[in-house]
């Protein structure tokens, strides 16, 4: 049974830092393309970084507003999906998914709610 486990999340000042942690089970991560999402009140659910299965290179994909601040990896030995976020700001606030795609391209879908971990709450505030 896939299962998708995200933890890291807090409350933190502008500018500072998490890392938030997908855990997977049922599943290796190195073997399907990985995402992690937003959600935040009166907005659209958002993808913010994907990384591709290795086979397919591991390529990367993100959202302008995150580059250079944000950074997506893998740890294939824990089957963990990271995401490092650097100088945050008040508009990253949100509730933060991962999910696993049907196959290792990032351009593909997912599908069902088991592809789909509960989230965890990162509040960027004073």
């Known amino acids: 049974q896939v299962q998708l486990v995200e933890s890291g999340g807090g409350l933190v000042q502008p500018g500072g830092s998490l890392r938030l942690s997908c855990a997977a089970s049922?599943?290796?991560?190195?073997?399907?393309?990985v995402g992690w999402f937003r959600e935040a009140p009166g907005k659209e659910r958002e993808g913010i970084s994907c990384?591709?299965?290795?086979?397919?290179?591991?390529?990367?994909r993100q959202t302008n507003s995150v580059k250079g601040r944000f950074t997506i990896s893998r740890d294939n030995a824990k089957n963990t999906v990271y995401l490092q976020m650097n100088n945050l700001r008040p508009e990253d606030t949100g509730n933060y998914l991962c999910?696993?795609?049907?196959?290792?391209?990032?351009?593909?879908?997912?599908?069902?709610?088991?592809?789909w971990g509960q989230g965890t709450q990162v509040t960027v505030s004073f």
């Open positions: 999910a696993k795609y049907e196959g290792g391209d990032c351009t593909g879908r997912i599908r069902g709610r088991g592809s």
């Open positions: 049922g599943f290796s991560s190195e073997d399907y393309a």
């Open positions: 990384i591709g299965s290795s086979d397919s290179g591991s390529v990367i």
